[in-house]
């Protein structure tokens, strides 16, 4: 099983900062690597696949990079609603996906 | 727009197997490239998936809970559905019913908390 790792487990910013969230794959993923949203209460939206593509309807100041087993989600200037916990997935190896713990994005 | 909804027990005892079926609307199960599956989450913690389903009938399950897992299509209905086995506390989540790629899962349902407890 690829192990996903996230950190850090809670990312304290104030709005109008940048955020900075890593993952890390236990063992190459290439680029097969999304990212999800969840807020209280809700279910998961995708944000990011293909470690760098935005999904429909986000907007730009969300951005993934990375390769291999080393990937980051940027968030360029946190708004109020961008404060969530975010989940890295790999599929890499379909159909056994994993995801991380998450990290939890609060006000600062 | 598609939208699907999880529905089925909220209580389910230890021992017992838990059933929760998924219904889609605007949109046919029967439609190619998408996989039909189930993601939890227990309380407080992270995302796990448990297994997809192909329209044709095709099914992919996560190794830790294959030997529980049952998921099967009824397209009559544009349903799927998810039978959990021999369930334990462990079991208690979030579950999340969702449409897949192989990649990804753009489509989400709601949730449906069920709690195992005698």
């Known amino acids: 099983e690829i192990v996903m790792t996230q950190s850090p487990a809670t990312l304290s910013v104030s709005p109008g900062e940048r955020a900075t969230l890593s993952c890390r794959a236990s063992q190459s993923v290439s680029s097969n690597l999304a990212w999800y949203q969840q807020k209280p209460g809700q279910a998961p939206r995708l944000l990011i696949y293909?470690?760098?593509t935005r999904a429909t309807g986000i907007p730009a100041r969300f951005s993934g990079s990375g390769s291999g087993t080393e990937f980051t989600l940027t968030i360029s200037s946190l708004q109020s609603e961008d404060f969530a916990v975010y989940y890295c997935q790999q599929y890499n190896n379909w159909p056994r996906w994993t995801f991380g713990q998450g990290t939890k994005v609060e006000i600062k | 727009q598609l939208q699907l909804q999880e529905s089925g027990p909220g209580l389910v005892k230890p021992s017992e197997t838990l059933s929760l079926t998924c219904t889609v609307s605007g949109g046919s199960i029967s439609s190619s490239s998408y996989y039909w599956g189930w993601i939890r989450q227990p309380p407080g913690k992270g995302l796990e998936w448990i297994g997809s389903?192909?329209?044709?009938?095709?099914?992919y399950y996560n190794p830790s809970l294959k030997s529980r897992v049952t998921i099967s299509v009824d397209t009559s209905k544009n349903q799927f559905s998810l039978k959990l086995s021999s369930v334990t506390a462990a079991d208690t989540a979030v579950y999340y019913c969702?449409?897949?790629?192989?990649?990804?899962?753009?489509?989400w349902g709601q949730g449906t908390l069920v709690t195992v407890s005698s």
């Open positions: 389903i192909y329209y044709s009938g095709s099914t």
């Open positions: 293909g470690a760098s």
């Open positions: 969702a449409r897949n790629s192989l990649a990804v899962a753009p489509n």
